[in-house]
Structures are given as structure tokens and as C-alpha cells.
């Protein structure tokens, strides 16, 4: 397990952009999956983006061609850039990471969108 936090949720307009960031306590280099998860009110929570040790991408129909993950293990950080954002990718954001069976959880970031 590693300790996860969130950051670069915010409120923006329908079409802007957001890129969201999820540090690591320790390196990532060999977590085989790292990834993203929404929930918003009054729904389940579901998978938005994975990416894998060996840098293979894995996208919800619903944010593909709109949003990007991508991991910097030099930084020890996984990214989601979100781009052309619509009112219903209004939700908590919480970054994952699988390890052997072993799961780390954020504590999530707000993401608001509307005009």
C-alpha cells in the first residue's frame, strides 16, 4: 500500500479543462496499476482511466478522446487531463493504485463542471 493524494479539482465551465494530479507516497515504478475513479451524487462510483506498469491506457467509453492518464514515476505522480468537459463529469475524482492484490485509495478531489 501506498499513501495517495488528489489535487487539481475545481470548478470550471462546460468545454473547459482540468488536470488532475494523484502524488504517491513512495515510487510507483512497480505498482502494476494506477487509475482513476468518479462518483457522483447519487450514483455508484465507476472506472474512468487505468494505466499499467508497462504504460497500456484503459478508458470509460464516456471520457474517451477527452481524457488522457498518464503516470511520471520519476515524480512518483499519475495525471488525468481532462479536456472538453461536459456537466455530467461533475463528480468526486479518487485516484487508485493496485499492487499485488494490495489497493490504495485518495481521500478524492471535487470536480465541478458548470456555467
Known amino acids: 500500500q501506498v499513501q495517495l493524494v488528489e489535487s487539481g479539482g475545481g470548478l470550471v465551465q462546460p468545454g473547459g479543462s482540468l488536470r488532475l494530479s494523484c502524488a504517491a507516497s513512495r515510487s510507483i515504478f512497480s505498482i502494476n496499476t494506477m487509475g482513476w475513479y468518479r462518483q457522483a451524487p447519487g450514483k455508484q462510483r465507476e472506472l474512468v482511466a487505468v494505466?499499467?506498469?508497462?504504460?497500456?491506457?484503459k478508458y470509460a467509453d464516456s471520457v474517451k478522446g477527452r481524457f488522457t492518464i498518464s503516470r511520471d514515476n520519476a515524480k512518483n505522480t499519475v495525471y488525468l487531463q481532462m479536456n472538453s468537459l461536459k456537466p455530467e463529469d461533475t463528480a468526486v475524482y479518487y485516484c487508485y493504485a493496485d499492487s499485488r492484490g494490495l489497493a490504495s485509495w485518495g481521500q478524492g478531489t471535487q470536480v465541478t463542471v458548470s456555467s
Open positions: 494505466i499499467t506498469s508497462g504504460g497500456s491506457t
